[in-house]
């Protein structure tokens, strides 16, 4: 069964700081990676999508891959209380047609 | 450009009773698929289409749910009878698969209770 592990936390930092968010996945053939941002009682938003490995950078957010170690993480720099929220990991298996596997989420919690 | 819209946002029955969710994807969008989250869980997928076909339904609970796709645009996800268990949110995504890989997004949800 394909696993996508994230720890649930919550992790907490304070304003200003960074913050790192960690996903591991069991499927070593995965292609595609993203993260998403959920607030308290709304859907998924998609803020990131990384293929390669090596760092991507938006804006405060960078998404790093690693395939080889089955590892991406997602760090925000200059955390905002405004960034509280659950990030989840997915993983796309093969590029195309196939379906993201989710992980449970972590719980980012930013205290001004 | 709309994004994902389902309806309805909230829906309380009582277990045993038919229940019916609707989705309109992004314009354009080839893919839908049909995710359920749990309190506490990540998204789990139910269904997928590529255009009308459902391509994947693996996790799709057969017995008492079902999915259509009429000519590749809006879905409607039904459930009957609804059990205790069903109670979450149901999550309606699309995308749009050409060639390389593909970012699907999010409609707001409906969260279901069953009483």
């Known amino acids: 069964q394909k696993e996508v592990e994230q720890n649930s936390g919550p992790l907490s930092v304070p304003e200003g700081a960074i913050a790192s968010l960690n996903c591991t996945y069991s499927d070593r053939v995965s292609q595609s990676f993203f993260w998403y941002r959920q607030y308290s009682g709304k859907s998924p938003e998609l803020i990131m999508s990384?293929?390669?490995?090596g760092d991507k950078e938006d804006g405060r957010f960078t998404a790093q891959l690693n395939k080889a170690s089955q590892y991406v993480s997602l760090l925000i720099r200059d955390s905002q209380p405004s960034d509280s929220a659950t990030y989840l990991c997915a993983v796309n298996p093969n590029s195309g047609y196939s379906t993201l596997t989710f992980g449970k989420g972590t719980m980012l919690l930013v205290s001004p | 450009e709309a994004g994902v819209v389902q309806s309805p946002r909230y829906k309380i029955i009582e277990k045993k009773q038919p229940v019916a969710f609707w989705c309109n994807p992004i314009?354009?969008?080839?893919?839908l698929y049909w995710y359920r989250q749990n309190l506490g869980q990540g998204p789990e997928l139910l269904i997928r289409y590529e255009n009308e076909e459902a391509v994947d339904d693996s996790q799709l609970p057969k017995d008492r749910f079902s999915a259509e796709r009429l000519k590749g645009v809006d879905s409607t996800l039904k459930i009957q009878p609804a059990e205790l268990g069903d109670s979450a949110v149901y999550l309606c995504?699309?995308?749009?698969?050409?060639?390389?890989?593909?970012?699907?997004?999010f409609g707001q949800g409906t969260r279901l209770t069953v009483v």
């Open positions: 314009s354009g969008h080839n893919t």
């Open positions: 990384i293929y390669s490995n």
């Open positions: 995504a699309s995308s749009l698969v050409s060639g390389g890989d593909t970012e699907a997004f």
